[in-house]
């Protein structure tokens, strides 16, 4: 079956350093991915998205990355901020255009 | 500003008990969702409604119902078959359609059965 899942649950980052949250996936089919930022007692928040005939997709201090040889996709976070502190979700889109999401990955920034 | 407003935020409720989560949007969409978030657990889709009077199932239906009268408002009933009802609530909203994938969340309903 279609499934998302990530290699680490946490990740702690040092203050200004850049973050990498990887994430994988099953569905080769799949052709759409996003990413998304949940704080503490909120709802998830749009970060980035991709289209499978994308390789890299830039936004402001994010880049996602998508390597569909491997099923792998990745969010890189530029010098990363106290404010980035969050759990960052990976989704891609099933075969009924609904999203299936991973179980989402703690970052920790270390000051 | 537009958005979606769910109530409550922390909702108590007795085993046995029905209890309704409010969700109401003012982003003129068509497509509405309920998910459910258990701790370190991704999201799981409850139901969707892309259209007024219509919804279909999501991945995990069982124990709940839902109602789209009117494109504003969504709202969700956890009944008393489901049986481990507590956890996170989120409901959410886009243009719908096979192209729009990116979701606008509320802030969450948290539940708690006693």
């Known amino acids: 079956g279609e499934s998302v899942g990530l290699h680490l649950p946490t990740l702690s980052v040092q203050e200004g350093d850049n973050s990498i949250i990887n994430c994988a996936y099953s569905?080769?089919?799949?052709?759409?991915f996003i990413w998304y930022k949940q704080e503490s007692g909120k709802g998830p928040q749009f970060i980035i998205d991709?289209?499978?005939n994308m390789d890299k997709r830039q936004g402001q201090r994010v880049t996602v990355l998508l390597n569909k040889t491997v099923k792998h996709l990745s969010l890189q976070i530029a010098a990363t901020q106290p404010g980035d502190s969050a759990v960052y979700f990976c989704a891609e889109r099933g075969s009924n255009y609904q999203l299936i999401w991973g179980a989402g990955t703690k970052l920790i920034i270390k000051p | 500003d537009g958005g979606i407003t769910q109530s409550p935020k922390y909702l108590f409720r007795k085993e046995g008990q029905n209890v309704t989560l409010s969700c109401e949007q003012n982003l003129n969409h068509d497509a509405m969702y309920w998910y459910r978030q258990d701790p370190g657990q991704g999201l799981r889709l409850i139901y969707y409604s892309q259209i007024v009077n219509d919804f279909q199932k999501g991945d995990i239906a069982e124990g709940y119902s839902v109602s789209r009268e009117k494109k504003e408002s969504f709202p969700l009933t956890v009944t008393s078959a489901q049986k481990n009802p507590t956890a996170f609530y989120l409901c959410?909203?886009?243009?719908?359609?096979?192209?729009?994938?990116?979701?606008?969340f509320g802030a969450g309903s948290r539940l708690t059965v006693l």
């Open positions: 569905n080769s089919a799949s052709d759409y």
């Open positions: 991709i289209r499978s």
């Open positions: 959410a909203s886009n243009d719908g359609g096979s192209g729009a994938n990116v979701l606008t």
